[in-house]
């Protein structure tokens, strides 16, 4: 992930712990077995979760943000609140992913990470005027896609 990415930061930068000390990228695809590929990506955020110092559900700081924007396919939501290593499933309805998953943004930027720059958007552009889809502020929300 660029070598020096994990000691090149003052911990002031958009990218939160889990993104700056990944030694790899991966981005896992399902081979049509909807049930399994659940399983896998769930076994495989568990690691990363336990990785970051959350081996259980939840955390003071709330979820430390692992994912990145780059590869995000538009039909995804983040994983569930109640369980932070199951996907957000794909046949959820939009006021589902809204009321019982984590935004995009969340998973990319983290809890705290988010909150702060959720501020400094509200600062600079306090009407909104400038959005992207899942970008910080935007509130964009997947309808079921299966």
């Known amino acids: 992930m660029g070598g020096k990415q994990r000691i ?8 939160p712990k889990g993104y700056r000390e990944a030694a790899m990228q991966v981005m896992f695809t399902s081979n049509g077995n909807h049930t399994e590929f659940i399983a896998m990506i769930s076994e495989v955020s568990g690691m990363v979760l336990k990785f970051l110092g959350i081996p259980g559900q939840g955390s003071a700081d709330g979820f430390p943000g692992f994912t990145e924007m780059n590869h995000q396919p538009g039909r995804f939501a983040g994983p569930l609140k109640s369980d932070w290593r199951i996907p957000c499933p794909l046949d959820f309805t939009m006021e589902q992913r809204w009321t019982q998953c984590m935004s995009v943004q969340e998973t990319v930027w983290g809890t705290t990470n988010l909150k702060r ?23 964009d929300v997947v309808d079921a896609v299966i």
């Open 8 to 15: 090149a930061s003052d911990g002031k930068t958009v990218q």
């Open 117 to 139: 720059l959720e501020a400094v958007k509200d600062k600079l552009d306090p009407r909104h005027l400038f959005t992207v889809h899942f970008g910080v502020g935007n509130k």
